[in-house]
T-cell receptor
Framework: AQTVTQSQPEMSVQEAETVTLSCTYDTSESNYYLFWYKQPPSRQMILVIRQEAYKQQNATENRFSVNFQKAAKSFSLKISDSQLGDTAMYFCAFAIQGAQKLVFGQGTRLTINP | NAGVMQNPRHLVRRRGQEARLRCSPMKGHSHVYWYRQLPEEGLKFMVYLQKENIIDESGMPKERFSAEFPKEGPSILRIQQVVRGDSAAYFC?????WGQGGTEAFFGQGTRLTVV
């Protein structure tokens, strides 16, 4: 069975700082996808960034980037120049290629302070 | 292109009643997934459906819960004889058919079910 672990229940940083959220996972599969989702107070689940396991290059989306360490089964999210609108729960998720279902971590509550 | 639509947003049921949660996928999406989120927890997969077929129901409780995705109309998650432990946010997600967009799923805003 696949598991996803987020070891930081809560984090808080000042606006404009850089913050890194941790995620580790466990799987025996070799082909899979990793995701970071953002859940603001509205409860909407918003896809932030996605990484295919076969790609060595780390994914980047504007201020969001990942550090994907396949051997260590680690998938951290870095938010640069953090903004007040980044305040939300962040969930790391995993999906086996073709399985079409996501396994989520327990989430990290991120607060950006003015 | 409207996103994934779930209704109602909030649903209150007394113990023993039935709850029906509806999900209309994004236009062009033929795959629907239901997830449950308990307070302060991540989402847990419940069931994966295509039109008129249940593909994977490995996360569904064995009793009282059922799901369908008919040829016409929204997907329905049905919970019979609700109990307090069913109180949670229920999310629906949809994706295109395999081979189009990979495993990226788009989520609705969820239905918060409260059992009193």
């Amino acid at each position: 069975a696949q598991t996803v672990t987020q070891s930081q229940p809560e984090m808080s940083v000042q606006e404009a700082e850089t913050v890194t959220l941790s995620c580790t996972y466990d799987t025996s599969e070799s082909n899979y996808y990793l995701f970071w989702y953002k859940q603001p107070p509205s409860r909407q689940m918003i896809l932030v960034i996605r990484q295919e396991a076969y790609k060595q290059q780390n994914a980047t989306e504007n201020r969001f980037s990942v550090n994907f360490q396949k051997a260590a089964k680690s998938f951290s999210l870095k938010i640069s120049d953090s903004q007040l609108g980044d305040t939300a729960m962040y969930f790391c998720a995993f999906a086996i290629q073709g399985a079409q279902k996501l396994v989520f971590g327990q989430g990290t509550r991120l607060t950006i302070n003015p | 292109n409207a996103g994934v639509m779930q209704n109602p947003r909030h649903l209150v049921r007394r113990r023993g009643q039935e709850a029906r949660l509806r999900c209309s996928p994004m236009k062009g999406h033929s795959h629907v997934y239901w997830y449950r989120q308990l307070p302060e927890e991540g989402l847990k997969f419940m069931v994966y459906l295509q039109k008129e077929n249940i593909i994977d129901e490995s996360g569904m409780p064995k009793e009282r819960f059922s799901a369908e995705f008919p040829k016409e109309g929204p997907s329905i998650l049905r919970i019979q004889q609700v109990v307090r432990g069913d109180s949670a946010a229920y999310f629906c997600a949809s994706s295109p058919a395999w081979g189009q967009g990979g495993t990226e799923a788009f989520f609705g805003q969820g239905t918060r079910l409260t059992v009193v």
